[in-house]
């Protein structure tokens, strides 16, 4: 079973630019989550789209932001990039919240490095 | 207050030892938690989940969850070098995928 996948791996971008980041959840998971991992805040908590709906967000610009397709496929953006937005970002999977052993799987990440 | 406190500091140990690693929660409400296990420039991997609480033993590790005291613990048995690693508590709310994370501990196993 093919776990949770994250294009791209590495990427550099320049001040300003905006990225595109992709994930593609183990099948059968409808729940997708994006966290921000950096080494001075730790792993924290973007959004979560379930059924191509945001439907939990955490503390960030508006600059962040994402989408899910129908087949359960996410994407992120971030837009006019700061180099504070230096980070790895990392997607995760689930099958449902409401299911109690509702294990929530992380992808490898892609390391952004913003210059 | 964070929701997840977990000091940050680096642990290195002898192969054989015991590792033990804590972290403390401040919402009463979480019911999950679970540890996770990065290795470096790799994504977490889940090692161990608890639903409120209780200890959880497999294999080697052991996960403690005492909610009266909001006190989570992770101890690594018979410690190898290939558990050389961040270790990541986390916590969420039942009906929510929100994981609140702690800061993470970087294990090292010396041979």
């Known amino acids: 079973k093919a776990g949770v996948t994250q294009t791209p791996r590495y990427l550099i971008k320049t001040r300003g630019q905006q990225v595109t980041l992709s994930c593609s959840p183990i099948?059968?998971?409808?729940?997708v989550s994006w966290y921000q991992q950096t080494p001075g805040q730790g792993l924290q908590f973007l959004f979560e789209y379930f059924s191509e709906t945001q439907r939990n967000k955490g503390n960030f610009p508006g600059r962040f932001s994402g989408r899910q397709f129908s087949n359960s496929r996410s994407e992120m953006n971030v837009s006019t990039l700061e180099l504070g937005d230096s980070a790895l970002y990392l997607c995760?999977?689930?099958?449902?919240?409401?299911?109690?052993?509702?294990?929530?799987?992380f992808g490898e990440g892609s390391w952004l490095t913003v210059v | 207050q964070k929701e997840v406190e977990q000091d940050p500091g680096p642990l290195s140990v002898p192969e054989g030892a015991i590792v033990s690693l804590n972290c403390t929660y401040s919402?009463?409400?979480?019911?999950?938690f679970m540890w996770y296990r990065q290795y470096s420039r790799k994504g977490p991997e889940l090692l161990m989940y608890?639903?409120?609480?209780g200890n959880k033993e497999d294999g080697r590790f052991t996960a403690q969850v005492d909610k009266s005291s909001k006190y989570i613990s992770l101890f690594i048995r018979d410690s190898q070098p290939s558990d050389s690693a961040t270790y990541l508590c986390a916590t969420r709310l039942y009906g929510n995928n929100r994981l609140a994370f702690g800061k993470g501990n970087q294990v090292v196993v010396i041979p």
């Open positions: 919402n009463s409400a979480f019911q999950y």
């Open positions: 099948s059968g998971h409808r729940s």
């Open positions: 608890t639903y409120s609480s």
């Open positions: 995760a999977s689930s099958l449902d919240r409401e299911v109690l052993e509702n294990t929530i799987y």
